[in-house]
């Protein structure tokens, strides 16, 4: 059981770190933040379509449920992010909103996405405590780059600094609920991962393409073009790397 809360508290620290990292870039943030976003695009897409797909497919027996919900997680955060941007229409017309939407949309799938962490470290621990600290490492690599780009897109989003580290590390705390829903409904309830595993997917993808993609300046050549490319890149690999190097541990 103390594992299990240090190895949760363990993911919570990490989400500073996305703080810490854009605090030493000091006064170049708001210059760094449009190639960051391009980064973030490259983690989103490559933790999606690489990791979180496959990953639900290996849960589900057939290969139709978890498109199904992959295009349900489309639709949900469609519609999350639309009913957000009415809200803020009725509502803030005397105040401009202190966030985009694009940004409460970025938190809730990372909530989402800590809550899955937390249901799989507690599993995890249940089976063997051996385990459980080698599916910790992997989520700890996993959201090191992640945590900079959920940081970067809060900022992008209109937040300060100091908010977007507060409010990632409130996402982050959901990895305590994940953990406590698997000790305490384990026995009761089985965890549908496959279908949560698809919708974070498409929570990302849709973060990505649809709210990313459009924010990033428009290239005035083909060398700033070529950076945003590489910076997507850059993105994919970075990911991909980590995974790759926990996987041979």
């Known amino acids: 059981m103390l594992q299990i809360v240090f190895a949760c508290f363990l993911v919570c620290l990490v989400s500073l770190s996305g703080g810490l990292l854009l605090r030493l870039f000091g006064s170049l943030l708001h210059s760094v933040i449009p190639w960051l976003l391009a980064v973030a695009i490259g983690v989103l897409l490559a933790d999606a379509l690489f990791h979180l797909l496959p990953e639900a497919l ?13 295009v349900v997680g489309l639709g949900v955060f469609f519609l999350f992010e639309r009913g957000l941007n009415w809200q803020h229409r009725v509502f803030h017309r005397a105040y401009p909103p202190a966030m985009a939407s694009f940004g409460w949309v970025s938190l ?52 300060s600094l100091k908010k977007a580290v507060g409010l990632n590390l409130l996402a982050a705390s959901t990895v305590f609920i994940g ?11 089985t965890l549908p991962v496959a279908t949560l595993l698809a919708i974070t997917a498409g929570g990302f993808i849709y973060i990505a393409l649809f709210d990313l993609l459009p924010r990033l300046q428009r290239p005035v050549n083909i060398r700033v073009l070529g950076l945003q490319i590489s910076c997507v890149a850059v993105g994919m690999v970075f990911i991909e790397v980590l995974h790759l190097l926990n996987a041979h541990h």
């Open 179 to 189: 953990a406590a829903l698997v000790l305490s409904l384990g026995q009761i309830l």
């Open 108 to 159: 809730s799938v990372d909530a989402l996405h800590n809550l899955i962490d937390g249901a799989l470290i507690a599993t995890s621990f249940l089976l063997d405590p051996a385990l459980g600290w080698a599916t910790t490492l992997a989520i700890l690599l996993h959201e090191l780059p992640q945590e900079i780009s959920d940081t970067a897109i809060l900022v992008a989003a209109g937040a």
């Open 58 to 70: 290996a849960s589900s027996a057939t290969v139709w449920p978890v498109l199904s919900w992959l």
